[in-house]
């Protein structure tokens, strides 16, 4: 049986992470339309699909346990529905993410991974004001991983509830808040955590401020050396949030 120790030290990295690309299209709902005729739509049921690519392009060494990069691909398809009525939104969205192995992990080990599943929902209520709310939930699983043919005892479970409002400033900014609180089961173990964001939405762009407080540290860098990715803000609801 392989087996591997590593004691986590202070230090500093530079480069870039790995890329990540996705394209998405709609199904059903949600027409093209002019600027005339979106002042006017109003929302029934929309159905898309997407998929993320994260590409092993980013910064690696193969002799550092910790790295920007995961030397490894990740495809991550996904399901997004939303219903409307009257004010009232209704959101939800199935995804799972595959990993290929890495086969050139911390001292040329081979490192595998199980996919991740993962389901959002929210339920949005839009004021007439242009302001909303969302009542936000998120549970995701697996990702248990096998080094060198040995698998772990480190499959990940993720229950996370929040909220989230937007308040519009004029025109062209708004304020969002975002808050959840959830229980992670890395090994088996459970930590309560709290995370709370403050987003900016400019004209030319977002500008994001963020805080995590947790009540285990570690937590973050075992995360981290197991390369189990963060999800990206998995509170926020699908067809609110703009990537600039």
Known sequence: MASWTASLERGEMSGFGDPRFRFSVNLFGA???????????????????????SAPLGQYDNSKLLNLGN???????????SKAWGPWTVEVAPSVTFFTDNTDFFNGSTFAQAPIYLVQG??????KSGAWMSLDGTYFTGGRTTLNGVRG?????????????????DRYNSIKLNAST???DPHRQRVQHLWYRLAVSLGCGILILMKRLSSSEQHALERRSHAIPQ?????TPILKYTEV
Do not use: M
């Open 122 to 127: 929210h339920i949005i209520y839009n004021f």
């Open 153 to 169: 005892d480190n499959e990940q479970a993720n229950t996370r509830a929040g909220l989230t409002v937007a308040l519009p400033v």
């Open 71 to 81: 030397n490894r691909w990740s495809f991550r398809p996904e399901l997004g529905i």
């Open 182 to 184: 959830g229980i992670i």
């Open 231 to 235: 999800q990206k803000d998995v509170n």
């Open 31 to 53: 027409p093209a339309l002019s600027v005339k005729e979106f002042a006017n739509y109003q929302q029934d049921l929309i159905i898309g699909v997407s998929l993320q690519v």
